[in-house]
């Protein structure tokens, strides 16, 4: 992946729970991908690196949210699920 990777806020769970499959899918890739360094530009608030793992950015995955903040953070993002038909290549910032 060649572009740089931001970070635009944290998730909560999604509006519908994963299934415990989906979750184990889950987990189970991003093990495969687990890195000892952030991938994230830039330097990020002691809450989130506190106890975070970090994976090499392969996946994509979809996030359902109200709206952009005026700081560019998204507002009540919520996880929908991993989205194999896309490429991280393929990820832009929805305006």
Same mark, same amino acid.
Do not use: Y
């Given at each position: 992946?060649?572009?740089?990777? /931001?970070?635009?806020?944290?998730?909560? &769970?999604? +509006?519908? #729970?994963?299934?415990?499959?989906? @979750?184990?899918?889950?987990?189970?890739?991003?093990?495969?991908?687990?890195?000892?360094?952030?991938?994230?530009?830039?330097?990020?608030? /002691?809450?989130?690196?506190?106890?975070? &793992?970090? +994976?090499? #950015?392969?996946?994509?995955?979809? @996030?359902?949210?109200?709206?952009?903040?005026?700081?560019?953070?998204?507002?009540?993002?919520?996880?929908?699920?991993?989205?194999?038909?896309?490429?991280?290549?393929?990820?832009? &910032?929805?305006?």
């Amino acid at each position: 992946m060649s572009a740089p990777v /931001r970070i635009f806020g944290g998730l909560q &769970r999604g +509006a519908v #729970p994963p299934s415990d499959a989906d @979750v184990g899918v889950t987990r189970q890739e991003l093990l495969l991908r687990e890195q000892a360094d952030s991938p994230f530009v830039g330097s990020l608030p /002691r809450p989130v690196t506190k106890d975070a &793992r970090w +994976a090499n #950015p392969e996946l994509v995955g979809e @996030v359902q949210f109200a709206e952009w903040t005026g700081d560019g953070v998204m507002r009540h993002p919520s996880w929908r699920g991993l989205r194999p038909d896309k490429s991280p290549d393929d990820v832009v &910032r929805e305006t």
